[in-house]
């Protein structure tokens, strides 16, 4: 199987304005409601899963 962090990790959604990323698009919102609705539209688009980190970022991936 060929896994690859930099090619799974589609995007982040965070609440968190100091959160960095060197490889994934990060996309900031406002409050948890449009962070959920970011994260569903995303993973929609790319067929890709959310997951909660529960540290305020959810991360998009494809498996």
Not at 8 to 25: C, H
Not at 38 to 55: E, P, Q, S, Y
Request: net charge negative; proline share 2%; aromatic share 6%.
């Amino acid at each position: 199987m060929d896994f690859g962090i930099k090619d799974d990790i589609i995007a982040l959604v965070s609440l968190n304005r100091n959160v960095v990323s060197s490889s994934a698009p990060i996309f900031f919102v406002e409050n948890k409601e449009k962070q959920e609705e970011t994260a569903l539209l995303i993973a929609k688009i790319t067929m890709g899963m959310v997951h909660d980190l529960r540290n305020g970022v959810y991360a998009i991936v494809r498996h």
